[in-house]
């Protein structure tokens, strides 16, 4: 092999190093940044997933709230004036709601 082909070889072997040297560099900090996205994607499913036990700890709270208020049982006061003797009249009595409104 002539010496000028030597060398054109060894710089293109060279040169070719040199790329994949950079190429390597270059996967390399695309792996750190798929690696932080991946670690921010974790992070952004546990905020989901706390955030949707929230919600449905709320959802069952209000389930039994709305079932506590839909009950037609309830305690009341009443008050009044009883014009037969003149005299203002109040008092405490358990109500059951026949109609709603």
Same mark, same amino acid.
């Not at 994949?20 to 997933?49: D, H, M």
């Not at 700890?57 to 305690?75: C, F, G, H, I, M």
């Not at 004036?81 to 008092?91: H, Q, S, T």
């Given at each position: ?16 190093? /040199? ?5 390597? &560099?270059? !996967?390399?900090? @695309? #792996?750190?940044? $798929?690696?932080?996205?991946? =670690? ?12 949707? /036990? ?5 959802? &069952?709270? !209000?389930?039994? @709230? #709305?079932?506590? $208020?839909?009950?037609?049982? =309830? ?12 005299? /203002? ?13």
């Amino acid at each position: 092999m002539p010496v000028r082909d030597g060398r054109d070889t060894v710089e293109l072997i060279e040169t070719q190093a /040199a790329e994949l040297s950079a190429l390597r &560099e270059y !996967l390399a900090a @695309q #792996n750190a940044s $798929l690696e932080r996205v991946a =670690a921010e994607f974790e992070t952004l499913e546990a905020a989901v997933a706390e955030e949707r /036990a929230a919600w449905q700890k709320e959802a &069952e709270k !209000l389930s039994r @709230q #709305n079932r506590r $208020l839909s009950s037609p049982w =309830a305690v009341g006061l009443f008050g009044g004036y009883d014009p037969f003797r003149k005299e /203002a009249v109040c008092g405490v009595g358990v109500t059951y709601a026949v109609i709603r409104f």
